[in-house]
């Protein structure tokens, strides 16, 4: 069995002051973003020209949760057809950013522009503030949001009705987010959401863990951008008070006994990840388990790369927009404009 060594790891390591966090007396954070957060741009004779328009819509007010939404720039004509939505959930390890974080927000901008799809990127509760599974519940709250949106056209959001096709969504997360995704995608399955069709589930560098290290996490105990330390620590603050990493939430193995035969109702899953991962073997354990249970998947695993790499290397952004768009177009072909 795999066991992490303390001799190999650097003892001298803060990870709150890796993180950028301090954990105040109340269990709340005090988050020192270096990452700068925009705002939304709805004007599209903003200058200089945005490659999507995006705007704000409050998801549930008494928790605070809400909606950036992104659409082409300029928006499409009507006579061009609808487009395939994707519900997006942001990476930081469940306890920091937001949709108006700079990398999150271009990213979805690149991706409504590029594909191009209606993106609402969602503002779901931070742990440990609000441990898990708060932010699950905030994704399924906004799934039947936009079901809610399919059913009352008159009432929807102009952006929502002149532009989506409910019958091509999908659900992609970045990180803890490609967690919230395949969680929110395994809730779901209990839900009427008709007449929204998840057509698919993109988890791009998804955060699983385990308490048995993983040949991967010993390789890269000390990566750069999420060494061990770092990672045990947001799961410390994310999972439920008393839970160890073999929680359902974190590692798959354990969702898979938990979850079984459902797991194969799944929809078409797209999977990405780099060698330089420390999270690269359990994301290829999650790929292993929906194939089966029978649910197909295209993995797309690296061996050069490292987490979160399309923030940093613009090639590797344009190779995921270019994996994403391919997937996308092939699950729900374009409609014709004839």
């Excluded at 928006?75 to 939505?85: H, I, R, T, V």
């Excluded at 522009?113 to 932010?135: G, K, M, N, Q």
């Excluded at 009432?155 to 989506?164: K, L, Y």
């Excluded at 690269?280 to 797309?300: F, N, R, T, W």
């Amino acid at each position: 069995m795999a066991e992490s060594s303390p001799s190999k790891q650097n003892l001298t390591f803060d990870p709150y002051e890796f993180l950028k966090i301090k954990l105040n007396p109340n269990g709340s954070l005090t988050r020192n973003y270096v990452v700068p957060t925009v705002p939304p741009s709805s004007d599209p004779n903003n200058s200089p020209p945005q490659p999507a328009l995006s705007k704000d819509i409050i998801l549930n007010a008494s928790t605070k949760t809400s909606i950036r939404l992104f659409i082409p720039n300029p928006p499409p004509a009507s006579s061009s057809g609808k487009l395939p939505l994707i519900l997006y959930f942001h990476g930081g390890g469940f306890i920091m950013y937001h949709p108006s974080s700079l990398i999150f927000h271009q990213s979805c901008s690149t991706f409504a522009a590029e594909i191009p799809v209606v993106v609402a990127s969602v503002d779901y509760r931070l742990t440990p503030e609000h441990r898990l599974p708060a932010a699950y519940d905030d994704a399924v709250e906004s799934l039947l949001w936009i079901k809610s949106q399919a059913q009352n056209p008159n009432e929807s959001d102009p952006w929502i009705r002149d532009h989506v096709d409910f019958t091509k969504c999908f659900l992609m997360g970045n990180s803890a987010g490609g967690n919230i995704a395949y969680f929110t995608s395994l809730r779901a399955l209990d839900l009427d959401l008709s007449p929204i069709k998840i057509e698919g589930l993109l988890l791009n560098s998804p955060f699983f863990g385990g308490v048995q290290r993983t040949e991967s996490e010993l390789r890269l105990i000390n990566d750069h951008i999420l060494p061990l330390p770092a990672g045990d620590l947001m799961w410390t603050l994310s999972l439920p008070e008393g839970a160890d990493r073999d929680h359902v939430y974190c590692n798959p193995t354990v969702s898979d006994v938990v979850y079984g035969e459902k797991i194969g109702q799944l929809p078409r899953t797209f999977i990405n990840g780099y060698g330089g991962d420390p999270l690269v073997d359990k994301q290829k354990e999650v790929a292993k388990i929906l194939e089966a249970h029978g649910v197909p998947v295209e993995p797309y695993f690296c061996e050069d790369g490292y987490h979160a790499v399309e923030i940093f290397d613009r090639s590797k952004a344009q190779a995921l927009v270019d994996y994403v768009k391919k997937f996308i177009l092939s699950t729900v072909p374009p409609q014709s404009s004839m």
